[in-house]
DNA sequence: ACCTGAACACCGTTCAAGT
DNA sequence: ACCTGAACACCGTTCAAGT
């Protein structure tokens, strides 16, 4: 019940706790990919083959589900940032990181939504990973913008905001691999500065 | 129990059927107003003072609801596309009728998706508004991509769903009134077509 | 013609009790 | 240290029974 009845290092110590974790990682995983990250958490724990009393002791909340299926791919993205810095142009740097910002984000459908919502709320376990991600598109964006290439009217939360609007449009309907191209391009190129015309 | 039994014309005949009938559009404006296309039907029987038998005896699902709130605006920008052919050159007529179908859209939180699923499922009630939308959206877009204003690889449905997206983007933090421009924006400069760039 | 109470199967969340 | 059954308050949906 107390606080030293938590996982002391963020894993459990003892070897069924262990494997019970891994179960649960695995349902969540397998459920979420079906059915979105607004699943039965009851539904993931069945997988799991365990109560979902268990589930909740393991993981608190939905989000710190979902921080632990996520965080590696959003440790990536902030590395990767860095990495696009260094070998491309600023433009080209950004445009790239959004399209992979944009494959992480589409992985489950519901989750663009979680990440808007993790970004506002600090006490989200997913909140410290999408601060990270922000961090590293307010580098790249104002990189671009300097640079001359990107328009200069835009934050990184608005950034954030319509990458995931395309990861979320991707997945409303059936579509081909090339029409989730298409709406990243869209917003690519509405993101690309040039000159002024007739409104 | 049987067909006999459902409201012969659309609406109730008594009067204290109409009544209720009222009620419930009233208390589901609210509902879905403070809490998204979502919201517990529950809720909305409980604040037009009936019980949730009732509300499904006047709206059998959740998208007959949703059908009788949106009708009216839904019917306007069908009307309003015609309007704008015939009165805006075809790039224009194009932008004006996005801005005003985003605005819709972004009545209520969750309404984006609404639309979208109405759009691919033939059974739900909102099915037939979605598909008159399309049908504007198609006229519309194919005058403006014909004009060589707007670019060709798109079509309505993608179309549709990039203005829904912007919506949902609107919807997902608590922005000034002009980030939402800004976001609409954004997709209208990546729909116009411009002389080819580097890649 | 219209309304309701009650039921059913679900869900998220918590807690005492077990090993 | 770890797991579970059971409870609570909710929800969507349906149906028999009332006026």
Not at 97 to 117: C, F, K, N, Q, T
Not at 145 to 158: E, F, N, P, T, V
Request: hydrophobic residues 45%; glycine residues 6%.
């Amino acid at each position: 019940m107390n606080d030293a009845d938590a996982w002391p290092t963020g894993l459990p110590v003892r070897a069924d706790g262990r494997r019970t974790h891994e179960h649960l990682l695995v349902a969540a995983q397998k459920t979420f990919a079906e059915q979105g990250t607004d699943a039965s958490l009851r539904e993931v724990a069945r997988r799991a083959g365990v109560s979902i009393a268990t589930l909740y002791r393991h993981f608190p909340t939905r989000e710190a589900l979902l921080q632990t299926l996520l965080q590696h791919g959003f440790d990536k993205l902030r590395a990767r940032a860095a990495d696009l810095i260094a070998s491309l142009d600023p433009g080209q740097a950004l445009v790239a990181w959004i399209r992979e910002l944009a494959l992480v984000s589409a992985r489950y459908d519901g989750l663009p939504a979680s990440v808007m919502a993790a970004l506002q709320d600090p006490g989200s376990t997913l909140h410290s990973s999408c601060a990270g991600l922000r961090a590293a598109a307010d580098d790249l964006l104002a990189r671009a913008q300097r640079s001359g290439h990107i328009r200069a009217d835009l934050d990184a939360d608005q950034l954030l905001a319509a990458v995931n609007a395309m990861a979320w449009a991707t997945r409303q309907a059936s579509w081909t691999a090339d029409a989730g191209d298409r709406f990243l391009s869209l917003l690519i190129e509405g993101l690309t500065a040039r000159p002024i015309r007739p409104t």
